[in-house]
């Protein structure tokens, strides 16, 4: 089974930065991609990074572009998502995901494995 486990979030003033972790367990993660989405509440849960994990390239969306950037290591099955130049707008719950395929997945409902999430706030 796999296991998703994030960590890193909490509170940051705009302008700052966050990494976040998401610890990958019960698989192997050859042929999948791992994503990270965020929630505000009231909002749908909406993508801000991926990573294919065999090769590394990545997809980030153009809310976020320039400022988040996603990344693993292969060697702990660990992924991570660099947060800098924070604002308001990006407070909400993120998650880790994974989904095994052999094309890139971009939507919620895509995804077959999630993390618990972890918070991150930002204050202007």
């Known amino acids: 089974q796999v296991q998703l486990v994030e960590s890193g979030g909490g509170l940051v003033q705009a302008g700052g930065s966050l990494r976040l972790s998401c610890a990958a367990s019960?698989?192997?993660?050859?042929?999948?991609?791992m994503g990270w989405f965020r929630q505000a509440p009231g909002k749908e849960r909406d993508i801000v990074a991926a990573?294919?994990?065999?090769?590394?390239?990545?997809y980030t969306p153009s809310s976020v572009k320039g400022r988040f950037a996603i990344s693993r290591t292969n060697a702990n099955y660990t992924v991570y998502l660099q947060m800098n130049s924070l604002k308001p707008e990006d407070t909400a719950v993120y998650y880790c995901?994974?989904?095994?395929?052999?094309?890139?997945?971009?939507?919620?409902?895509?995804?077959?494995?999630w993390g618990q999430g972890t918070q991150v706030t930002v204050s202007s």
């Open positions: 990573i294919r994990w065999t090769s590394g390239n990545t």
């Open positions: 995901a994974a989904k095994y395929g052999s094309t890139w997945y971009l939507r919620a409902d895509d995804y077959d494995y």
């Open positions: 019960g698989r192997t993660f050859s042929n999948a991609v």
